[in-house]
């Protein structure tokens, strides 16, 4: 597989998702971004805002196994990853493999359960793995993790984490449609029957695990000369650099944005990284890895705006 057909694929995984969700087209794009970098996504937004539904019908044109979790505040880990339940008419042990056990894994209202149970992802997330009773179990290379929240202003929420926040690769912050989206979306969804069975609108896999691997290797060898290593390496050491920020980017944060911005590169039909793949990806991949400073949270600031001041500072190579 070459760009091209990486191309080709994304912009077909587009059309059938387009098929049911009316714009979102950079929820969309940075989806398939996440995709072909091997990794994961935040999508952040009130209620209503096709958060969940977006990424089912995502799961749905890739074509891949797909499991879903609801998370609540009762959620248990073993919930989550399974666990060896014990037979009394064999007398053993049997394996009850967790929802996790997918390669498209949609965690909705992730910050629903307390930290115990988030915890349980941190290992699947980083290592396509999960441990339980002494024993590691593999969920393959494309094993990706679709997370949905509201805003920590709402009631009922519990912030994740910082190991697990680092954890994903971009955060994303679902916005509400404009005026003439929201027309069409009451066109398309306000009549007939209320059935949210996404199967009426007709979404075909355009994809399958082989493919993706394929996919995969092929964003892996999109060429990330040193000029743009370098550029990137400066952005994440000016987050921690910064007065406005109490806390940087980690060193994964550099990886994860070149390998961010090699997929971009690929969704663009070209085989080599420019300076704007990581100016647009900055933000997204940057803005749930640093922790404001008490000033600048008194001053209103917001974490979105430095980090687009930073990339503004931060000279790109020519």
């Not at 009130?46 to 969940?52: L, Q, V, Y």
């Not at 209320?194 to 996919?215: C, F, M, P, V």
């Amino acid at each position: 597989m070459n760009v091209d057909e990486v191309k080709a694929l994304a912009t077909a995984i587009r059309e059938e998702v387009a098929k049911a969700i009316t714009g979102q087209r950079d929820t969309v794009d940075l989806m398939l971004t996440a995709l072909f970098a091997g990794g994961h996504i935040l999508l952040e937004g009130p209620p209503g805002t096709a958060k969940t539904m977006t990424a089912r019908c995502f799961a749905q044109a890739l074509g891949v196994a797909y499991g879903r979790i609801q998370f609540t505040p009762d959620l248990m880990p073993g919930d989550i990853v399974g666990s060896n339940i014990y037979n009394f008419q064999t007398g053993q042990f049997t394996l009850t493999r967790g929802p996790i056990f997918c390669d498209l894994l949609l965690a909705d209202e992730i910050n629903r359960t307390p930290p115990k149970t988030q915890a349980a992802l941190l290992e699947a997330m980083q290592e396509h793995a999960v441990t339980f009773d002494g024993t590691t179990h593999s969920l393959g290379k494309n094993f990706m993790v679709v997370a949905t929240q509201n805003p920590i202003e709402h009631q009922g929420v519990y912030p994740l984490p910082e190991a697990q926040l680092d954890r994903f690769l971009f955060k994303h912050r679902v916005s509400y449609p404009d005026a003439q989206e929201e027309r069409a979306i009451i066109v398309h969804h306000g009549g007939g029957s209320a059935s949210h069975n996404i199967e009426q609108y007709g979404i075909t896999a355009r994809t399958d695990r082989k493919t993706l691997e394929a996919a995969l290797a092929t964003v892996g060898g999109v060429t990330l000369v040193d000029d743009v290593v370098g550029y990137i390496a400066a952005l994440v050491r000016g987050t921690r650099e910064s007065p406005d920020l109490e806390v940087g980017a980690s060193p994964r944060a550099g990886a994860m944005l070149a390998r961010a911005a090699r997929a971009r590169a690929a969704l663009d039909g070209r085989n080599y990284v420019i300076p704007d793949d990581v100016k647009a990806l900055a933000v997204p991949a940057l803005r749930h890895r640093v922790i404001l400073s008490p000033a600048a949270q008194i001053d209103g600031r917001l974490v979105e705006q430095i980090v687009s001041d930073l990339v503004d500072q931060t000279e790109a190579p020519r």
